[in-house]
T-cell receptor, first 113, second 113 residues
Framework: GESVGLHLPTLSVQEGDNSIINCAYS??????FIWYKQESGKGPQFIID?????DKRQGQRVTVLLNKTVKHLSLQIAATQPGDSAVYFC????????????FGAGTRLAVHP | EAQVTQNPRYLITVTGKKLTVTCSQN?????MSWYRQDPGLGLRQIYY???????DKGDVPEGYKVSRKEKRNFPLILESPSPNQTSLYFC????????????FGPGTRLLVL
């Protein structure tokens, strides 16, 4: 298996429960945020994004919350399924520049039946 | 199918033997980028390209070269690989504006002996 997930914080949840993955970002000037999911042996896959003029955005079974005051981002997954097991990364895109993403270290989500 | 492809997926080489990892995208994206992923460090940007013949350094460019002669291709070149370049490498592309999601390739796992 992949070794990139070693030393990551892990969130363990039961199948069917809701999951909340948190992320603190570094730059108050960042204006665009993305959550990626990385399954073993694959590249990061886009889940959902949010712009800095919003504080909440919903997708299918996922919701992203943005708190600019404390520079905090969260990803909520409803009714977590075994297929949600992966490493989740938040990424911030600095304002006014090119498309450079700054990634967090990631959180491993383990879903137990 | 819209995708980013990388070759090879796995590579074992020896110190000092030049190698190239290819990256190609079929989405007509202007922006392309290379990242490396290491345990506990997340994804770090090596080089990026805003368009054909326009490239610039990311956060960890030492020991790497890139070229962008065509819009769809963005090869990563290691002129003289060293063991500290053992890593998992990802190519990504996006339309190019600061708020566009980057799409990632499947990754290339490199081991330098």
């Amino acid at each position: 298996g992949e070794s990139v997930g070693l030393h990551l914080p892990t969130l363990s949840v039961q199948e069917g429960d809701n999951s909340i993955i948190n992320c603190a970002y570094s730059n108050s000037a960042s204006d665009y945020f993305i959550w990626y999911k990385q399954e073993s042996g694959k590249g990061p896959q886009f889940i959902i994004d949010i712009r800095s003029n919003m504080d909440k955005r919903q997708g299918q079974r996922v919701t992203v919350l943005l708190n600019k005051t404390v520079k905090h981002l969260s990803l909520q997954i409803a009714a977590t399924q075994p297929g949600d097991s992966a490493v989740y990364f938040c990424a911030e895109n600095r304002a006014g520049g090119y498309n450079k993403l700054i990634f967090g270290a990631g959180t491993r989500l383990a879903v137990h039946p | 199918e819209a995708q980013v492809t990388q070759n090879p997926r796995y590579l074992i080489t020896v110190t000092g033997k030049k190698l190239t990892v290819t990256c190609s995208q079929n989405m007509n994206h202007e922006y392309m980028s290379w990242y490396r992923q290491d345990p506990g460090l997340g994804l770090r940007q090596i080089y990026y390209s805003m368009n054909v013949e326009v490239t610039d350094k990311g956060d960890v460019p030492e020991g790497y070269k890139v070229s962008r002669k065509e819009k769809r291709n963005f090869p990563l070149i290691l002129e003289s690989p060293s063991p500290n370049q053992t890593s998992l490498y990802f190519c990504a592309s996006s339309k190019g504006t600061s708020e566009e999601t980057q799409y990632f390739g499947p990754g290339t796992r490199l081991l330098v002996l």
